[in-house]
């Protein structure tokens, strides 16, 4: 083994393993464990059932789409808040952060109380033909609430750390503003742009206690994956709730190890 | 292609960057804008490159008002101090970028952009590294590279600022030497700013000194260095010793001696200021009537020069002078001997009697008369 100038190797990284076996991986495996109870057919049956093929289109559709929003919106924000200086900038700057905050609950109340059909919004929106708190759309706001401040802080420091210098050199050599941004800009912000679209994804997927209050949990319209698992829990079907938690946790694993490799490849000029 | 430069003035908020600055550039021609930084040199390049704009004043290039042509449109080719690459392109990405973004009717096809930058990579020695990403190149490589990016759309004229800023010493030199042999060869109208002295002295045809917003003095490398139009050229172009003089009957009176000059016919009495470079103070170990008797401090043996430290003391002062380093041996310098200097060139300017600032307008270069006393100078 090749002598190491940085002491303590071995132990740091044995700690680290330990750590990520113990809080990470025992409980997932649990879960598989837990699952496997099921036997392959009564899984597949589990898993294909309409109520949980219904929850799953919903939760990962809505957190997907809320996910896109969360990236456009987010870029824009960090971009505004990085490039202009504006009354109260620190104070909007500050705000962004709230979503993290705020109890997942507090926020779900507030949304639902927003968007009733009596509520500040929903008396505006519901005669208009907008119906948002009960409905398939309520799950996608309360997904873009509690996911909102990933891009923005992953973007924003980025977007900071750019010199002016690339802007200018890319004006001198003829460019338009449209040209500098997709060509100069936007492939520099990507990578971090990605790293926020996936916290923001994975954030959403997982979300709970917010959702449920706007959501108004109709089966097979606007109920979530976690709810399936909760209501199987309280039905006292354990095997089936961890199969639903198993899938869940595959198909996130999927989405994020996609970005993941997404990401390396609009990184790939740091690489080398 | 001549670039007229009329009383332009830029203002930010706490300070004048350009003060009532006009300079006209001719065709072909290699100018250097050197000064000390807030000098307001990079800003009058980036008001030439359309990157900012003047509060009064014209730039005008063949006849056509360039303020109204947006920086996009001014087929201006602009170097960065830090390189300014598009670090998520590769090398033939970042010199084809130009070409690249033209409307469709003026941009070239595939086959003539990548042959254009194969031959503009040729040229600036970067040939086999056209799939490299700038993060893999070393300083130099990646300023030829940002060179051959701003060369790549055929500017009319190529500003460079402080081209080689960030650079070692020694690729440094190499580069500015390059860059010579390459601006000989395309004969590409070119302004680059500098604060080294060297940089602009060795490299441009003609040198812009700016100071404080004010253009200095504009003129050869040869004329800014041997014949300083301003206090400011004396001192921060080459090395000088200023020292406070009268003028009397006729003749500088500087500490103990009263001295003869050649070029000092008709000028006023009164208080003056002289600058004497480090070369032109002869000395000798005997002891003579002309000249002002100094101890030698110190001498620094600088390869090829040695730096004499002059202690001078009817004057008050050290003067600095100059001498080869292989006759400083030869002579067997040693600190703490007595000899005699004498200066051979004094260049004076007046003090204006109200504001006591030296007068640059009535500034004259004095020869001064020896006889036979006069020193031959060591070589």
Redesign the interface.
């Given at each position: 083994m090749a002598r190491r100038v940085l002491p303590g190797f071995g132990l740091s990284l044995g700690y680290t393993l330990a750590y990520l076996g113990l809080i990470v991986l025992l409980p997932l495996a649990a879960l598989a464990v837990k699952a496997s109870g099921l036997g392959l057919g009564g899984l597949w049956d589990t898993l294909t059932s309409a109520q949980v093929l219904a929850a799953l289109r919903l939760s990962f559709g809505a957190a997907l789409l809320s996910a896109v929003i969360n990236a456009v919106v987010g870029l824009l924000v960090a971009w505004v808040l990085v490039r202009y200086t504006f009354p109260g900038r620190r104070l909007f700057d500050a705000l962004v952060d709230l979503p993290f905050a705020l109890p997942t609950a507090v926020a779900g109340i507030a949304l639902t109380t927003l968007y009733a059909p009596k509520g500040w919004l929903g008396a505006w929106l519901v005669p208009l033909g907008v119906k948002i708190a009960f409905t398939p759309l309520g799950v996608l706001v309360a997904m873009i609430f509690v996911g909102f401040p990933f891009v923005v802080r992953t973007v924003q420091p980025v977007l900071e750390s750019l010199?002016r210098?690339?802007e200018?050199?890319?004006?001198?050599?003829?460019?338009?503003r449209l040209?500098t941004f997709t060509?100069?800009l936007f492939?520099?912000l990507l990578p971090a742009l990605l790293t926020g679209f996936a916290l923001a994804l994975a954030r959403a997927v997982g979300e709970y206690g917010s959702v449920i209050f706007i959501a108004g949990n109709i089966p097979l319209k606007s109920e979530i994956l976690p709810l399936v698992i909760v209501k199987q829990l309280e039905q006292h079907k354990y095997s089936d709730a961890a199969a639903v938690g198993v899938i869940m946790l595959a198909l996130s694993f999927l989405l994020l190890l996609a970005i993941s490799l997404l990401q390396r490849w609009t990184q790939r000029?740091?690489e080398? | 292609m001549t670039i007229a430069i009329n009383h332009l003035s830029r203002r930010f908020t706490d300070f004048r960057a350009l003060d009532d600055v006009s300079l006209s550039i001719a065709p072909g021609e290699f100018v250097a804008l050197l000064g000390p930084s807030g000098s307001g040199k990079t800003t009058l390049l980036r008001i030439l490159?359309?990157?900012d704009f003047p509060d009064a004043g014209e730039l005008v290039r063949d006849g056509r008002d360039l303020l109204q042509v947006s920086?996009?449109?001014r087929d201006?080719?602009?170097v960065?101090q830090?390189y300014?690459?598009?670090?998520?392109?590769t090398v033939f990405e970042n010199v084809a970028?130009?070409l690249r973004?033209?409307p469709r009717a003026r941009r070239p096809s595939k086959a003539e952009i990548a042959d254009r930058v194969d031959k503009l990579l040729k040229r600036v020695q970067l040939d086999g590294m056209a799939q490299r990403?700038?993060?893999?190149l070393s300083g130099g490589q990646r300023q030829r590279v940002a060179l051959a990016?701003?060369l790549?759309?055929e500017p009319e004229l190529l500003l460079l600022d402080e081209p080689f800023g960030a650079l070692d010493a020694q690729v440094r030199v190499a580069l500015r030497r390059w860059l010579r042999h390459l601006h000989e060869e395309m004969r590409l109208t070119t302004v680059f700013v500098t604060h080294d002295q060297e940089e602009a002295l060795e490299l441009a045809d003609r040198v812009v000194v700016m100071s404080q917003g004010r253009i200095e003095q504009v003129g050869t490398p040869d004329e800014v260095y041997q014949q300083p139009a301003t206090p400011f050229v004396f001192e921060f172009i080459g090395k000088s010793n200023k020292l406070p003089v009268r003028i009397q009957n006729g003749r500088v009176v500087a500490g103990d001696q009263r001295i003869e000059a050649e070029g000092l016919e008709g000028m006023a009495d009164g208080s003056a200021v002289a600058y004497v470079r480090p070369e032109h103070l002869a000395f000798t170990p005997a002891a003579l009537e002309s000249g002002w008797r100094a101890t030698l401090r110190h001498v620094y043996l600088a390869g090829s020069v040695a730096h004499l430290e002059l202690d001078i003391p009817t004057l008050g002062q050290t003067l600095e002078a100059e001498l080869g380093g292989e006759e400083a041996q030869r002579r067997a310098l040693q600190a703490g001997m007595s000899v005699t200097v004498q200066p051979r060139h004094l260049t004076i300017f007046p003090l204006a009697g109200n504001s006591g600032e030296p007068d640059i307008t009535r500034r004259r270069v004095v020869h001064p008369r020896y006889g036979q006393a006069a020193l031959a100078r060591w070589r």
């Open positions: 010199d210098d690339i200018e050199a890319a004006t001198m050599l003829g460019a338009s040209q060509r100069v492939p520099l000029w740091t080398r | 490159a359309g990157l920086a996009r449109d201006v080719g602009l960065f830090h300014a690459l598009f670090r998520h392109m970028f130009g973004v033209r990403y700038p993060s893999q990016r701003a790549a759309t």
